[in-house]
């Protein structure tokens, strides 16, 4: 089988999306993108106001992320996606594209990522939602393609464990 098209690296603000999908991006050579990037001027004004995305907000976002791995698809490209997709049903989305989808979870407990979220410094997402993010996260279910690692150890080990899990594989 060939290898998956799209991995996608989801879980909560904070938990380390953007850093484990950019450094899979560089080591398996695919083409990296941050879905914080496709978000509209007015979402990023709402979440820096410390108001929780609706799913209404999130849809066309969602489409927008979904769009452009189609796009890269159609162009031959792999890609290693960093976006929250906190629930099944916005996973659901990113799957309905061309390409294998294979979804990675990074999961923390509240109180390591809140950790990691307070000292994050000029970023729109303030660590009093992350308590929404949670409430909100629906884990990898069984029946998806994907792995979930825990992200107490250190980035480089979570890469490296990615790289050889067969859950990853084609």
């Not at 989801?10 to 993108?33: N, S």
């Not at 996606?81 to 990074?106: E, H, M, Q």
């Not at 303030?126 to 909100?136: E, G, V, Y």
């Amino acid at each position: 089988m060939a290898e998956p098209q799209h991995f996608v690296v989801f879980g909560v603000a904070g938990a380390g999306k953007t850093t484990v999908a950019h450094q899979l991006a560089d080591a398996t050579g695919r083409i990296f993108a941050d879905a914080d990037d496709f978000h509209t001027p007015e979402a990023v004004q709402k979440m820096s106001s410390g108001i929780a995305l609706t799913t209404e907000d999130r849809l066309p976002w969602l489409a927008r992320i979904r769009d452009w791995m189609d796009m890269q698809a159609a162009n031959g490209q792999r890609t290693s996606v960093a976006c929250s997709a906190l629930r099944r049903d916005y996973r659901d989305i990113l799957r309905g594209k061309p390409g294998d989808v294979r979804f990675i979870f990074l999961s923390g407990t509240q109180d390591l990522i809140g950790s990691r979220l307070a000292a994050r410094a000029h970023h729109y997402m303030p660590s009093s939602l992350l308590a929404s993010q949670f409430q909100t996260l629906e884990p990898l279910f069984p029946d998806e393609n994907g792995v979930t690692i825990d992200v107490s150890v250190p980035v480089t080990d979570i890469v490296d464990q990615l790289r050889r899990s067969d859950r990853l594989a084609g």
